[in-house]
């Protein structure tokens, strides 16, 4: 038999009362989750039950009854079959029904959590997906909110995979504009290859800062750019070689970045790839007589949708980002055929995607869901914006770096017991796993204050409290050695609390799905450290007498550590035993 989680099974006992009660009413229900949302939650207040479901409100608009009259016959209905799982059924408030499991199905569980696997967590429907994320600007340093980006993208691309979708990670570099013809102007005139070898991003920045202060002395260097951006668009040899090689560097910068957040990449292609498509592009969008002419311009107009027109061609007959997306989009849906996109991407270009999924109607390609995921700022420690000055960008390194050396400072003083080499491997760990939670523990439409003495706390809402934790947890099963015969009868009810937790991560999955925002996932992690501390801090383990009780409880330690591990792996947190 399959192995269910109890949100599963609590779920099959109200689809079958739901049918039954609408067979009593004359009533035709076919069950299809996707347009019946039953809301089946877990519960940390045993007020609510173990779990609480709101289906009794749903069932009352299908039946124009009242949920409370619905609560009672589905309640009826489930404890005529008496399920061994179901300690008591009760009914809260106006009709939420709210369950409670036996001591029996949860002791059932109890070594059988540090065997689960990604299969055990798998969706019924497994999906192409393709998430697109970090996109920086080529030539340019990426800055602190490409951190939370990669990050959030990351995280998401594991957790798609984690349930068993086949995912495509997909970083879509900015690579092309009028910029690009600034920066081949100035590297023609200034440029040092030795130098962009050695140190591509910085020496490139610093070129295209040369090029806009030369240009208050220099005006001609304005048309000169332009003209270098036309040969570019022409497929000027010369200008195509550079840019390619201007490419090649700036990922040898971002994948340093990249290798520390253990993000990869299976797509890696710029925005110039598709510039060659936007011809067809826009001759199809006149064939279907969605373009229509304003000023010289071509727009599409979407007042159907409250939107405002988009602009897809300009007068001198130059494309935009807008045009070069819709070009993407058919690239991606002919070549990999995806039954999903997300786009993560910063709130702050909510209309340009709300434009291009109108469109992606109007075109008729709403086979693929498109979604995106949008995010807020990274703000500084004193919760404002992070200054940002010509030629003083706070890049994502400077961010990284700082997050290590304090790293360093905590690992120096607390660690005298350690070579300088270990020292060195834990702060780096410690630093970057305190870097990825701070940017995954709220939600993603939450500001985040970057505030590195927070992150590293080892009291709290950090990476490194959820390593102690894991650590002091280990260290108790290495002290234990081998875990002899168990007896669960003997468990107590912190016990069984703690597997009524773990049981609980599954229905966190779902629910970070359903949000695509990992911080579900992230505050679990943090509860289930809090509980197992005041566990381990209460309970007597190794020194229990009772030696089957014992065992019992090392047993339960060894879930909570699988299910910390399979959190932080999700999340993109290395968990190390000595912190």
């Known amino acids: 038999m399959a192995l269910k989680f109890p949100k599963q099974y609590i779920l099959e006992l109200i689809v079958g009362a739901a049918q039954r009660l609408l067979t009593q009413e004359n009533q035709v229900f076919n069950f299809n989750p996707d347009a019946v949302h039953f809301v089946i939650e877990s519960k940390d207040n045993p007020v609510f039950g173990d779990y609480s479901s709101n289906a009794c409100f749903v069932l009352a608009k299908i039946t124009g009854k009242s949920p409370l009259e619905i609560a009672e016959k589905i309640k009826v209905f489930i404890e005529a079959q008496t399920p061994e799982y179901i300690e008591r059924i009760e009914?809260?408030?106006?009709?939420?029904?709210?369950?409670?499991?036996?001591?029996?199905?949860?002791?059932?569980?109890?070594?059988?959590?540090a065997k689960l696997s990604s299969k055990n967590f798998a969706s019924s429907k497994k999906e192409k997906v393709i998430i697109e994320y970090s996109s920086p600007n080529v030539a340019k340093p990426m800055h602190v909110g490409h951190i939370r980006n990669t990050i959030l993208g990351s995280s998401l691309a594991n957790l798609y995979e984690f349930v068993g979708h086949k995912v495509t990670r997909w970083n879509h570099l900015g690579d092309w504009g009028t910029q690009f013809g600034k920066l081949i102007t100035a590297y023609k005139k200034w440029g040092d290859?030795?130098?962009?070898?050695?140190?591509?991003?910085?020496?490139?920045?610093?070129?295209?800062?040369?090029?806009?202060?030369?240009?208050?002395?220099?005006?001609?260097?304005?048309?000169?750019?332009?003209?270098?951006?036309?040969?570019?668009?022409?497929?000027?040899?010369?200008?195509?070689?550079l840019l390619a090689w201007i490419l090649k560097e700036s990922l040898k910068d971002f994948n340093r970045l990249y290798s520390l957040f253990g993000a990869k990449f299976d797509k890696t292609i710029g925005e110039s790839f598709y510039a060659p498509m936007t011809d067809k592009i826009i001759a199809d969008l006149k064939n279907q007589k969605l373009l229509e002419p304003s000023e010289g311009a071509w727009i599409i107009k979407l007042d159907a949708f409250g939107l405002p027109p988009a602009l897809i061609q300009k007068t001198d007959g130059a494309t935009l980002y807008l045009t070069r997306e819709i070009a993407s989009l058919y690239y991606r849906l002919s070549k990999f055929n995806p039954d999903k996109i997300l786009y993560i991407v910063g709130s702050e270009q909510s209309l340009h995607f709300q434009q291009l999924f109108a469109i992606a109607k109007l075109l008729n390609l709403s086979k693929t869901r498109l979604e995106h995921v949008k995010y807020e700022l990274v703000l500084g420690p004193d919760g404002k914006k992070f200054s940002t000055r010509e030629g003083n960008i706070i890049a994502a390194q400077a961010i990284v770096d700082t997050i290590i050396q304090t790293a360093q400072k905590v690992v120096d003083e607390k660690r005298s017991d350690v070579s300088e080499k270990e020292k060195n491997v834990i702060a780096k760990t410690v630093g970057i796993n305190?870097?990825?939670?701070?940017?995954?523990?709220?939600?993603?439409?939450?500001?985040?204050?970057?505030?590195?003495?927070?992150?590293?706390?080892?009291?709290?809402?950090?990476?490194?409290?959820?390593?102690?934790?894991?650590?002091?947890?280990?260290?108790?099963?290495?002290?234990?050695?081998?875990?002899?015969?168990?007896?669960?009868?003997?468990?107590?009810?912190?016990?069984?609390?703690?597997?009524?937790?773990?049981?609980?991560?599954?229905?966190?999955?779902?629910?970070?799905?359903?949000?695509?925002?990992?911080?579900?996932?992230?505050?679990?992690?943090?509860?289930?450290?809090?509980?197992?501390?005041?566990?381990?801090?209460?309970?007597?383990?190794i020194k229990d007498e009772v030696k089957e009780r014992k065992n019992a409880r090392l047993t339960l330690i060894k879930d909570i550590l699988h299910i910390m591990e399979l959190g932080s792996k999700i999340l993109g947190i290395k968990m190390i035993e000595r912190i």
């Not at 408030?93 to 949860?106: A, I, S, V």
């Not at 591509?200 to 270098?228: C, M, S, T, V």
């Not at 709220?442 to 970057?450: G, P, W």
């Not at 450290?529 to 381990?536: D, F, K, R, V």
Request: net charge neutral.
């Open 434 to 541: 305190a870097l990825i939670y701070s940017m995954l523990n709220e939600s993603r439409m939450t500001d985040i204050v970057f505030n590195p003495e927070a992150m590293l706390s080892f009291k709290g809402n950090s990476a490194t409290y959820l390593n102690y934790t894991y650590a002091r947890l280990s260290n108790i099963v290495a002290k234990a050695g081998r875990i002899g015969k168990i007896n669960t009868a003997l468990l107590e009810k912190s016990d069984l609390d703690l597997v009524k937790k773990l049981l609980s991560f599954a229905d966190r999955i779902d629910i970070s799905i359903t949000d695509s925002s990992p911080h579900h996932i992230a505050q679990y992690l943090l509860e289930l450290a809090n509980i197992a501390n005041t566990y381990y801090e209460k309970t007597p383990i």
């Open 91 to 113: 009914i809260a408030g106006n009709g939420f029904l709210n369950f409670y499991l036996t001591n029996d199905f949860c002791n059932s569980w109890l070594g059988k959590i």
């Open 193 to 241: 290859k030795k130098a962009v070898d050695k140190n591509p991003i910085g020496e490139l920045l610093e070129l295209y800062i040369r090029f806009h202060k030369e240009l208050d002395k220099y005006p001609e260097l304005e048309k000169q750019a332009q003209e270098e951006f036309k040969k570019l668009e022409q497929g000027d040899k010369t200008n195509k070689s």
